[in-house]
């Protein structure tokens, strides 16, 4: 079963290009008791404003203040106390630094922060190029894990799976580094129409996330509902696949294609159902990815 870890902060900081550090400090703990502040402090640079927080204050708190005050992205910091990585938010200040804090409170000395900033882009491909996915022409758009949502009672290898009785291809590829990287959002777009008899609502776009070895690690998808020509967009998150298929709920979408890896890769297809005489047709495309790191 494929995984696909969650954009998470990178565990140790790693300095190299597009990554730098700010040292945060405390000043005085014994002069205000029930709060701290913190003057902010780039490497090889004058200091910078103060932000003062209460002990009560959240981690993310402090966060957001530091990120405002130093006009940083809050999604691009990373901050540590200590040899601790402060990745709780919900929790508070004093009790997520504790030891430090006692130890500069009994030395009257500042309480040191480290902030850790990744650079955030936001990368994109675009096609203008009509390209047209007949039935039975084209491989499967999407190989399905065990363990794939199913609209139905079926499993996986059924026929039934919107993957199994699918071809399609490739609208637009979007190559990101070979660093490792985490996506922060995803956005979708191509102008398509589908080609059958009867009923429509079978074909449509999906966007795939795939590994520096070629592996489909998850999906989201639109579903052209009506004849004619139409144009989707949609946003992906780590938190909402924005994935939607009226005609197959459960089936819109796959684990995340918001992941963190090295050498990963996003693709646009279009796809058609496996019945004669069906095809779907893409007009143009667009893909973009917010990544960090």
Known sequence: ??????????????????????????????????AMDFQTMTLGEASGPVVRVEATATIGELRAKVAQAMAADIEAQQLLCGSEQLTDDEAPVREACREAWDAAVAAGSPVQLMVVK?????????STTAVTFSANDHPKVF??????????????TSIHYWGNHSGGGCVVRLQL???????SEVRAMVRAQDQG???TGSAGAVVVLLDAGGKELAYSLQSLDSH?????EWVMTPEAHGGRWPA??????????????????????????????????????????????
């Open 1 to 34: 079963q494929a995984h696909v870890q969650l954009c998470q902060p990178i565990p140790r900081p790693r300095f190299g290009p597009g990554v730098h550090a700010i040292s945060v400090m405390g000043s005085e703990p014994n002069a205000v008791a029930s």
């Open 118 to 126: 990744s650079l955030k882009r936001i990368l994109s491909e675009r």
């Open 143 to 156: 190989t399905a894990p065990s363990g794939v949502p199913t609209s139905g009672g079926h499993d996986h």
């Open 177 to 183: 580094p070979e660093t490792r990287v985490c996506i």
């Open 197 to 199: 008899w009867g009923g």
């Open 228 to 232: 004619g020509e139409h144009t989707l």
């Open 248 to 293: 197959k709920e459960g089936e819109e979408a796959y684990s995340t294609v918001c992941g963190e890896g090295e050498g990963l890769a996003l693709e646009l297809r279009a796809f058609t159902p496996n019945w004669g005489g069906w095809s779907v047709t893409a007009v143009e495309g667009e893909l973009s990815a917010t990544i960090i790191g």
